[in-house]
T-cell receptor, first 116, second 116 residues
């Protein structure tokens, strides 16, 4: 069974600072994808970044980057130069290609608050 | 490009009543997903459609939940009769391609259901 664990229910950071959100996962598959989604108070889930498990290079998207440690099954999100608009719930998610098409397994989320 | 549309945004009902949610995916997207997000948890997949066929409904409580996507476009999720534990946000998502499990899922704003 696939599981995703986010051990930080809440995090806070001052704007312009850097923050790292943690995520660990478990899967028996070798071929899978990992995602970070952002859910602001509007509730609309927005894809932040994705990582293919077969790629060793860590994904980056502007101020967002990941630290993917496959052996440790760890997938953390680093947000640089935090902005007030980054305040949201962040979900780590796993998608395996071994079974059902497209099923995402989500963690419980980390509420990030960016302070001025 | 219009995003995933959902209605209503909010719904309050009493237990044992019935309720229906509607979703219109992004134009041309073949795959449609319904997720249930209970407060404090990550979304959980209820059912996945590919065009008008069900791909995965293993986590759908079929004694009370039903869903259809008759013409392969918009979809309706119904709960009959509702229980207190059905209080949650119901998210609809869609993705473009049929055979690529890793295609990005785009989410709608969700419907917040409160069962009293």
């Amino acid at each position: 069974a696939q599981t995703v664990t986010q051990s930080q229910p809440e995090m806070s950071v001052q704007d312009a600072e850097t923050v790292t959100l943690s995520c660990t996962y478990d899967t028996s598959e070798n071929n899978y994808y990992l995602f970070w989604y952002k859910q602001p108070p509007s509730r609309q889930m927005i894809l932040v970044i994705r990582q293919e498990a077969y790629k060793q290079q860590n994904a980056t998207e502007n101020r967002f980057s990941v630290n993917f440690q496959k052996a440790a099954k760890s997938f953390s999100l680093k947000i640089s130069d935090s902005q007030l608009g980054d305040t949201a719930m962040y979900f780590c998610a796993l998608l395996d290609r071994g079974s059902t098409l497209g099923r995402l397994y989500f963690g419980r989320g980390t509420q990030l608050t960016v302070w001025p | 490009e219009a995003g995933v549309a959902q209605s209503p945004r909010y719904k309050i009902i009493e237990k044992r009543q019935s309720v229906a949610f509607w979703c219109n995916p992004i134009s041309g997207h073949a795959t449609l997903y319904w997720y249930q997000q209970i407060l404090g948890q990550g979304p959980k997949l209820l059912i996945q459609f590919q065009n008008n066929g069900v791909v995965d409904d293993s986590q759908l409580p079929k004694d009370r939940f039903s869903a259809e996507r008759l013409k392969g476009v918009d979809s309706t999720l119904k709960i009959q009769p509702a229980k207190l534990e059905d209080s949650a946000v119901y998210l609809c998502a869609s993705s473009l391609m049929i055979a690529v499990a890793t295609d990005t899922q785009y989410f709608g704003p969700g419907t917040r259901l409160t069962v009293l």
